[in-house]
């Protein structure tokens, strides 16, 4: 594979329970950034 082709990973579905402040700041974070709640949760998940 070259070095510089694109992988890309396919996506699947998780289901949590997080604790509703958690809930609340994402969602804040989402409209502050101007973005998806999906995108602040998957860069927390990163961090």
Do not use: F, Y
């Not at 890309?8 to 709640?37: D, F, M």
């Amino acid at each position: 594979m070259p070095k510089n082709q694109i992988v890309e990973i396919p996506e699947v579905n998780l289901c949590i329970k997080v604790p509703k402040n958690l809930r609340q700041h994402w969602s804040a974070e989402a409209k502050r950034q101007g973005t998806t709640l999906k995108a602040v949760i998957s860069q927390a998940l990163e961090d």
